[in-house]
């Protein structure tokens, strides 16, 4: 699981200040930084949708996606040879999972390197400590790893060092050129420009997601038993969740991470119309923070709490305790991801439905998410090594239906699943090595259909869901531009918006105090950063 590469470059934490030392002088792009406003920005990669199995249900342009409620019988072959040439290729990638066991016993593991053709020499590192491994490897002036993953996380000047140490991969992924590689051509446009250029170029590979964006989890069981219907309004929200708490029961759990951000507020402020992040109207960036519907949302939830429908220890639990409570059904209800749906359903292991929530307001503009996770980059290299590294990241993007897709996502066929009528069914071995403690699903990523084995009425249910709420829902027209400020200062500023949702909601603050947070935020650098997006947005077309 190690490597000389954790003793060499993840050095003691040297700040943003050693970062800055480390990139002064260093090649920052055609216009001086690395926004796209007066460059020539390369054209996005073009789109090539695999012609895979015929679903169960379609999607559509909303975002809703294609439903799959049996594993496919026939797979095909993506990737005609292996892409690799038998060399190490290294890794540094986030976990949420436990750590991988060794490649000596690790039989998925093992799989994968031959299957790649390359030794595999992955770095993980835990998500409550990737902010912090990243910035100490980007401050460092040792080499960097093959590969390098950047989740979602605001990374002080993660863009000027992505800029002057990592690949330009426009010539190999920008427009037509992206056909060499099928999987990642598979990749829909709207990840690529979730991830946006840097200069104008493109430096990396999206790891696609879904377009619903942070989800409200529901235990149905518990609501149907209790007369709760699936569409309901404020009212009717507040009042099931405040009522069936209790005994040791709580309507809603949050976590330390989710109240740190916009996660905790972004289900009520869509239930309620806000503006995904920002309104875009006229070629300006305006901030929902100020409008009326936020400080509603605000409102609901300093109402759910004051009414003892919240976990006590919202803010200061971890995501793993809050999932725990929601799997035992201590608590009803938690923000996540969607993309967590089917790890939601292996840990409620069939002790009470899954649901998603609908919006609670009559004029809902859901929030739609970035449509990516994060993105890979490489190192600097020679134009062949890039073409290898290219062809890894193409393998493990590999799309559902095909035999690569398999074995990234489920292993080795009678030792890490078997197959019935019923599909696939993963064995004990999978608990253990799989593409989660082993975090290659981070290093390439297929655009998600909706299969979920072993549940297709949750598949199903799932499906309604996004038909219901994606043709409403709104993007965030700040996904993949570039603000300096928002580079430099975007901790600061996100931190000032969730020190404040926290302090209201749990009564520290009254509610009219928002006005001096968004007024805080505003002389932080927001009002900056809607100028700077406002010129990007303006380029970035």
């Not at 809603?252 to 991470?257: L, P, R």
């Not at 909601?505 to 105090?513: I, L, N, T, Y």
Request: proline share 7%; hydrophobic share 40%; net charge neutral.
């Amino acid at each position: 699981m190690t490597s000389p590469l954790r003793r060499r470059s993840l050095l003691k934490f040297a700040g943003a200040g050693a970062l800055a030392t480390v990139l002064t002088g260093c090649g920052s792009g055609s216009n001086g930084g690395v926004g796209n406003a007066g460059t020539n920005v390369v054209p996005w990669p073009t789109y090539v949708p695999f012609a895979g199995p015929k679903p169960d249900a379609p999607g559509d342009e909303s975002g809703v996606q294609p439903l799959y409620l049996d594993y496919p019988r026939n797979l095909v072959r993506s990737v005609p040879e292996a892409p690799g040439d038998g060399s190490d290729v290294t890794a540094m990638v986030i976990t949420y999972g436990a750590p991988p066991k060794a490649l000596e016993g690790n039989r998925f593991w093992q799989a994968v390197n031959k299957a790649l053709n390359v030794n595999l020499k992955v770095v993980v590192v835990p998500d409550a400590e990737y902010g912090q491994k990243m910035t100490t490897l980007m401050a460092s002036g040792d080499d960097l790893p093959d590969i390098i993953m950047f989740s979602n996380l605001q990374l002080p000047r993660s863009h000027e060092f992505i800029q002057s140490r990592c690949a330009d991969l426009s010539d190999f992924v920008g427009g037509d050129a992206v056909k060499d590689y099928p999987g990642l051509a598979n990749i829909p446009q709207y990840a690529w420009q979730g991830m946006g250029r840097i200069g104008g170029r493109i430096y990396g590979v999206p790891l696609e997601r879904p377009k619903p964006g942070n989800s409200l989890y529901v235990n149905r069981t518990v609501l149907q038993q209790a007369g709760v219907p699936e569409e309901w309004g404020t009212e009717d929200f507040v009042g099931a969740l405040t009522r069936l708490s209790g005994d040791r029961r709580w309507g809603i759990g949050g976590s330390k991470s989710v109240f740190g951000s916009f996660g905790s507020i972004a289900y009520h402020a869509g239930s309620l119309g806000a503006p995904n992040a920002w309104e875009l109207r006229d070629g300006q960036f305006n901030t929902t923070l100020a409008t009326p519907q936020f400080e509603e949302a605000l409102g609901v939830m300093r109402r759910l709490a004051e009414k003892g429908a919240y976990h006590p220890d919202s803010l200061t639990l971890s995501a793993t305790d809050v999932k725990t409570f929601y799997y035992n059904a201590s608590v009803l209800s938690l923000t996540d991801g969607f993309g967590a749906v089917a790890e939601a359903l292996s840990g409620i292991n069939r002790r009470f439905e899954l649901d998603l929530a609908r919006p609670y307001g009559p004029n809902a503009t859901p929030w739609q998410s970035a449509g990516i996770f994060g993105y890979v980059t490489f190192k600097k290299a020679s134009a062949d090594r890039i073409k290898l590294l290219l062809r890894v990241s193409n393998y493990l993007s590999a799309p559902f239906g095909t035999s690569e897709y398999e074995l990234v996502n489920y292993g080795v066929e009678g030792a890490h699943f078997t197959k019935d009528s019923g599909g696939i069914k993963t064995t004990d071995l999978f608990k253990v090595e799989n593409n989660v403690n082993l975090p290659i699903k981070y290093l390439g990523a297929a655009p998600a259909v909706l299969h979920l084995p072993g549940f297709p009425e949750a598949a199903k249910a799932v499906h309604e869901w996004e038909k219901a709420v994606l043709p409403r829902s709104i993007p965030d027209p700040e996904a993949g531009l570039r603000s300096a400020t928002r580079t430099s200062k975007g901790a600061e500023l996100t931190r000032t918006v969730g020190d404040a949702i926290g302090a209201i909601v749990f009564g520290r603050k009254p509610v009219s105090a928002w006005k001096d947070a968004v007024a805080q935020w505003r002389q932080a650098g927001g009002d900056k950063v809607a100028e700077e997006l406002a010129k990007e947005h303006a380029a970035a077309k």
